[in-house]
T-cell receptor
Framework: DVKVTQSSRYLVKRTGEKVFLECVQD?????MFWYRQDPGLGLRLIYF???????EKGDIPEGYSVSREKKERFSLILESASTNQTSMYLC??????????FGPGTRLLVL | AQSVTQLGSHVSVSEGALVLLRCNYS??????LFWYVQYPNQGLQLLLK??????LVKGINGFEAEFKKSETSFHLTKPSAHMSDAAEYFC??????????????FGQGTTLQVKP
């Protein structure tokens, strides 16, 4: 069974804090993705990575950065959290096929 | 540029009734198309996908979708709704030119409510 795990299901942080969201996949997939999900807006791509140490900006990269030091792990970093980054964050991975496999999501609240 | 439009942000049906969730796409080349389902407080789970084989695609939980090139549509159907089908459904498209990265473009989602 394919598995994508995210480090936290729920997270509460304060404005200005540095926030790390971790995602791990056990399928040896090349490609990994970070999305945020907001009501009425669907899923919006923040960043994706197609190989170790390689990354590309998605549609809404502002205020975020990413790190991929190992193939199985893709981290999303909020350098200085703001209230408008309160959202559901979803990680996904895919191999050479097209099916994306998703983690359970992290619901982040920034106060 | 590719895009996906899901018609209707909320759909309500009675238990046992037909489920029809609409999805239209735009793509300059034949696309790969997907339907995902998201249950409350969970990630997305693949329901079915079209990758240029048969135009009628069967998925899990009794769902199916038909690719209609002339209408640029990929509507999701289920003959008889069950209470457990209540969830949010997302249609997505992948440009074959970028298929090696696995990037998808998602629609805005349709929330399905099933009434007893």
């Amino acid at each position: 069974d394919v598995k994508v795990t995210q480090s936290s299901r729920y997270l509460v942080k304060r404005t200005g804090e540095k926030v790390f969201l971790e995602c791990v996949q056990d399928m040896d997939h090349e490609n990994m993705f970070w999305y945020r999900q907001d009501p009425g807006l669907g899923l919006r791509l923040i960043y994706f990575s197609y190989d170790v140490k390689m990354k590309e900006k998605g549609d809404i990269p502002e205020g975020y950065s990413v790190s991929r030091e190992k193939k199985e792990r893709f981290s999303l970093i909020l350098e200085s959290a703001s209230t408008n980054q309160t959202s559901m964050y979803l990680c996904a991975s895919t191999g050479r096929g097209e099916t994306q496999y998703f983690g359970p999501g992290t619901r982040l609240l920034v106060l | 540029a590719q895009s996906v439009t899901q018609l209707g942000s909320h759909v309500s049906v009675s238990e046992g009734a037909l489920v029809l969730l609409r999805c239209n796409y735009s793509s300059s080349v034949p696309p790969y198309l997907f339907w995902y389902v998201q249950y409350p407080n969970q990630g997305l789970q693949l329901l079915l996908k079209y990758t240029s084989a048969a135009t009628l695609v069967k998925g899990i939980n009794g769902f199916e979708a038909e690719f209609k090139k002339s209408e640029t549509s990929f509507h999701l159907t289920k003959p008889s709704a069950h209470m457990s089908d209540a969830a949010e459904y997302f249609c997505a498209v992948s440009d074959r030119r970028s298929s090696n990265t696995g990037k998808l473009i998602f629609g805005q989602g349709t929330t399905l409510q099933v009434k007893p």
